[in-house]
């Protein structure tokens, strides 16, 4: 009876009603689905000019635990209910090193649910901070609720190989089998992704054959990951191996392979193969992206062709681009813009850069103050260097070498130390780059000694030197003449192990040459040539053009023999060397060959090789190739400079045309081309072939500024030149000009006076200028003296005669001087 009650009593409980339906559906715990939803927020400051945009992601909170969690912090006000961007921003606050980050963890109330673990690692991850996620991956390892996951490895994996950490990311891919979680795809890639970055290559081969026998097929990232690591240290042949692996096993290349396979190319130097893989590149139905074509731009810009770089990257600021120019766009232009020597218009890239709202990073300043330095503009490389600072970057070693190499370069080397000095206030450890910068402030502006002592110091602070710093301290030693310190830097990078390359022997053969030591620098090729160092165009130049500069003409064409025995091309000074030899030799048809072999070559002839030209048909008296020469210059818009246009002028005056030099003179004042003492006796020697003593004239006033270095012979003969046009007034005139710039006046220019002034008549005037003579200290021969006696005899009267002839006797020139002026005077 008492059980049949209780059915009853409960009866309404137990009958499948809607209503006791529902109530057991409310009773479980609905699921939070936008617990990991990102929710983007954006902060604009209109006056400042900024904007800034953050992620915010909620997680877990108290109110999604479990009820024994939620009881457990209940009332505990050190339990914080964080959201988890919130602890991510706390956690990147504290001192990895020193703040407890496990005691922040420990107060977060979102450490009982699971699911927050992966999450926070993968907002620690993007973050970038190494130490920080390993406190924490090291912290919640301890938890008793977590769960080791093959996603929360391949994250940490991923992190260390961002920062070359290549050691640890293959000690959590042990870890994580120790925790009994199996590697898959993604493990792999990352692990792979950490040996590319880290330019192992053949360890990231090896990983991807344990991937094949676990049985795992890999995926087009595995493979672009391999294809990255083999491309990343120049090996372009592996590379190109893996892709064709890739097709043939029918994994397709994407966008991203190609890139890789570019990159490949132009990390390993084959900027021509790279370009021919852009062009088959365009034949398939990938279309190039933004960073396809700055591995073009700079291809391009390595193989010197700045006009189609130049194409590309205005294809790419048209509004219908589909690629459009980024910061390493802009800092390639930047680059091509400083090696083609226009300067300004890297100054005008990195402001339209600005203009179109893109934030220049720091590799875009340094390439601006590199661009500067390069060319020796010190000011406004320090002035880009106080832009970076209040932009708001850190100067880096690139920053400061650049800086410290442009006061190298405008020839301040106290300023170049000063930069140095400051690279290292500023706790950053200068490198072997910025050392052989400083090395070459000093060394290029003749301090030696200075530069031997960074040597010592670079050693000192355990950087060592390599071939550059021997080179650039060979290359001072040559510039200041020093022999002994040529030895000496030899012998020092032989007792440092530094062994020599091409480049290194090319200096020091060059700073031999440039010594007069033909002996040493010919034992350097022979020693070169036996240790089967190879021998280059710039070897063989630095002979040829030694040899040359000695007149070792003969050694130097032997030299030119070796050279096209061993099928070397000739550079254009070596060009130029070889028909300066053989010119000298007299050997004018084989000078010819030379310049003609220059233009099929391709390598088109300078102002320097023309001149050389010049200088042959000269000797050999070839006056009418000499003009087809000008000609043909003209043609080829070289315009000529002071050297060559003197040979040309003395090829007309010795050829019979003088006209032609004054109208090439007409020509070089229009091109401001400067004038020398050589260009101002051809012009002489022109006016007084043509007699035309009205240019003479102008002539005297356009040497008159450059009176004081011009050669007193050359102002010798154009003083002779207008007193033999019997414009004696002009020649006085010239005279005292000279007298006034202080240039040196000797015994001929009073004999050239005194020969014209009696040639007109004027004793008067030739009395006087015995005198000028007397009062500057200098004597008057006694061939002056009789030739005013004799003109007096027979022209003036015996009177004059006597005294003179008396004055000459005695030697008293002061006297003799004074007294036909007095008797001068009183007959008048």
């Given amino acids: 009876m008492a059980a049949t009650n209780y059915l009853c009593h409960y009866a309404p409980l137990l009958s499948p009603s809607p209503t006791l339906s529902n109530s057991k559906i409310l009773c479980k715990k609905k699921k939070n689905t936008t617990a990991f939803e990102e929710k983007k927020s954006v902060?604009?400051?209109?006056?400042?000019?900024?904007?800034?945009?953050?992620?915010?992601?909620?997680?877990?909170?108290?109110?999604?635990?479990?009820?024994?969690?939620?009881?457990?912090?209940?009332?505990?006000?050190?339990?914080?209910?964080?959201?988890?961007?919130?602890?991510?921003?706390?956690?990147?606050?504290?001192?990895?090193?020193?703040?407890?980050?496990?005691?922040?963890l420990n107060h977060w109330v979102g450490r009982f649910a699971r699911k927050n673990f992966p999450r926070l690692i993968k907002e620690l991850t993007q973050r970038g901070s190494l130490e920080h996620s390993n406190r924490v991956f090291s912290w919640m390892k301890h938890q008793k609720n977590y769960c080791a996951r093959n996603d929360i490895y391949n994250m940490m994996i991923r992190l260390h190989?961002?920062?070359?950490?290549?050691?640890?990311?293959?000690?959590?891919?042990?870890?994580?089998?120790?925790?009994?979680?199996?590697?898959?795809?993604?493990?792999?890639?990352?692990?792979?992704?950490?040996?590319?970055?880290?330019?192992?290559?053949?360890?990231?081969?090896?990983?991807?054959?344990?991937?094949?026998?676990?049985?795992?097929?890999?995926?087009?990232?595995?493979?672009?990951?391999?294809?990255?690591?083999?491309?990343?240290?120049?090996?372009?042949?592996?590379?190109?191996?893996?892709?064709?692996?890739?097709?043939?096993?029918?994994?397709?290349?994407?966008?991203?392979?190609?890139?890789?396979?570019?990159?490949?190319?132009?990390?390993?130097?084959?900027?021509?193969?790279?370009?021919?893989?852009?062009?088959?590149?365009?034949?398939?139905?990938?279309?190039?992206?933004?960073?396809?074509?700055?591995?073009?731009?700079?291809?391009?810009?390595?193989?010197?062709?700045?006009?189609?770089?130049?194409?590309?990257?205005?294809?790419?600021?048209?509004?219908?681009?589909?690629?459009?120019?980024?910061?390493?766009?802009?800092?390639?232009?930047?680059?091509?813009?400083?090696?083609?020597?226009?300067?300004?218009?890297?100054?005008?890239?990195?402001?339209?850069?600005?203009?179109?709202?893109l934030k220049p990073n720091i590799v875009s300043y340094n390439a601006l103050i590199g661009a500067y330095a390069s060319h020796g503009m010190s000011e406004e490389a320090f002035s880009i260097f106080n832009e970076i600072k209040s932009s708001g970057f850190r100067p880096d070693v690139v920053s400061y070498t650049s800086l410290l190499s442009s006061y190298g370069r405008s020839k301040q080397p106290i300023k170049a130390r000063k930069v140095f000095n400051m690279m290292k206030r500023d706790k950053l450890k200068p490198n072997v780059v910025s050392y052989n910068a400083l090395i070459d402030a000093y060394g290029s502006n003749g301090f030696l000694a200075e530069a031997v002592e960074v040597l010592r110091e670079m050693e000192q602070d355990s950087v060592h030197p390599n071939t550059v710093s021997i080179c650039t301290l060979l290359a001072a030693c040559g510039r200041c003449g020093q022999k002994a310190n040529v030895d000496a830097v030899l012998s020092a990078a032989k007792m440092r192990g530094i062994k020599f390359n091409t480049v290194a022997y090319n200096s020091a053969i060059g700073s031999y040459m440039n010594l007069g030591e033909y002996e040493k620098a010919v034992a350097l090729y022979k020693s070169m040539r036996k240790k089967k160092v190879t021998t280059d165009s710039v070897t063989y130049t630095v002979l040829i053009s030694g040899c040359c500069k000695m007149s070792k003409y003969d050694e130097a064409l032997e030299f030119y023999a070796d050279m096209m025995d061993m099928k070397i091309p000739l550079t254009r000074e070596a060009y130029s060397s070889v028909i300066c030899a053989y010119s000298k030799q007299g050997q004018i048809k084989e000078a010819e060959s030379i310049f003609n072999m220059m233009k099929t070559a391709g390598c088109y002839p300078d102002v320097i090789t023309y001149t050389m030209m010049l200088h042959a048909y000269n000797a050999a008296e070839y006056w009418e190739k000499a003009y087809n020469l000008l000609q043909?210059?003209?043609?080829?818009?070289?315009?000529?400079?002071?050297?060559?246009?003197?040979?040309?002028?003395?090829?007309?005056?010795?050829?019979?045309?003088?006209?032609q030099v004054l109208i090439l003179a007409d020509f070089m004042k229009e091109k401001e081309i400067p004038f020398s003492d050589a260009i101002f006796f051809e012009m002489v020697s022109a006016c007084s072939l043509?007699?035309?003593?009205?240019?003479?004239?102008?002539?005297?006033?356009?040497?008159?500024?450059?009176?004081?270095?011009?050669?007193?012979?050359?102002?010798?003969?154009?003083?002779?030149?207008?007193?033999?046009?019997?414009?004696?007034?002009?020649?006085?005139?010239?005279?005292?000009?000279?007298?006034?710039?202080?240039?040196?006046?000797?015994?001929?220019?009073?004999?050239?006076?005194?020969?014209?002034?009696?040639?007109?008549?004027?004793?008067?005037?030739?009395?006087?200028?015995?005198?000028?003579?007397?009062?500057?200290?200098?004597?008057?021969?006694?061939?002056?003296?009789?030739?005013?006696?004799s003109y007096a005899q027979k022209s003036v009267g015996a009177e004059y005669a006597a005294i003179i002839q008396e004055r000459v006797g005695l030697g008293n020139c002061v006297q003799g001087a004074s007294s036909i002026v007095y008797r001068q005077r009183t007959c008048f």
Wanted: hydrophobic share 40%; with cysteine; glycine share 6%.
């Fill in 43 to 104: 902060f604009v400051d209109y006056d400042a000019g900024q904007h800034k945009v953050t992620t915010h992601v909620t997680g877990l909170r108290k109110a999604d635990l479990q009820k024994r969690y939620r009881l457990k912090v209940e009332g505990d006000r050190f339990q914080k209910d964080w959201s988890l961007s919130q602890v991510v921003d706390k956690i990147l606050e504290l001192d990895p090193k020193y703040d407890e980050v496990e005691g922040l």
């Fill in 632 to 659: 043909e210059m003209e043609e080829h818009n070289i315009q000529p400079d002071t050297i060559a246009c003197s040979a040309l002028m003395r090829a007309f005056n010795k050829g019979g045309k003088p006209k």
């Fill in 161 to 357: 190989a961002r920062h070359n950490r290549t050691d640890q990311a293959r000690g959590l891919f042990f870890e994580m089998q120790e925790w009994r979680c199996k590697p898959d795809a993604e493990t792999y890639n990352a692990l792979i992704n950490a040996h590319g970055r880290a330019g192992q290559w053949r360890w990231a081969m090896n990983i991807m054959e344990d991937m094949l026998r676990e049985a795992i097929p890999p995926s087009r990232s595995t493979y672009n990951n391999l294809i990255n690591a083999c491309g990343s240290t120049g090996n372009w042949r592996e590379a190109l191996k893996i892709c064709q692996k890739m097709t043939e096993n029918g994994v397709g290349p994407d966008l991203v392979t190609h890139n890789i396979i570019l990159s490949a190319y132009k990390s390993g130097g084959q900027h021509l193969k790279a370009l021919s893989y852009y062009e088959l590149m365009k034949g398939t139905n990938i279309r190039p992206d933004t960073t396809t074509l700055n591995i073009v731009i700079y291809c391009l810009v390595k193989l010197g062709q700045y006009e189609k770089a130049i194409d590309i990257f205005s294809s790419m600021r048209e509004r219908r681009a589909e690629c459009h120019p980024d910061i390493v766009t802009f800092t390639s232009i930047i680059h091509l813009y400083s090696v083609s020597g226009q300067i300004e218009n890297c100054k005008a890239v990195f402001n339209i850069m600005l203009a179109e709202g």
């Fill in 690 to 789: 043509l007699c035309d003593w009205r240019r003479t004239i102008d002539l005297a006033k356009l040497m008159e500024p450059s009176f004081s270095v011009v050669s007193i012979g050359l102002l010798n003969q154009l003083l002779h030149l207008l007193g033999k046009s019997g414009k004696i007034e002009s020649m006085m005139k010239l005279f005292y000009k000279i007298t006034k710039s202080g240039a040196e006046i000797n015994l001929n220019t009073h004999s050239i006076l005194l020969k014209n002034l009696l040639a007109v008549g004027n004793w008067r005037k030739y009395v006087e200028v015995l005198e000028w003579m007397i009062d500057a200290g200098i004597e008057p021969s006694n061939q002056m003296y009789h030739d005013v006696f």
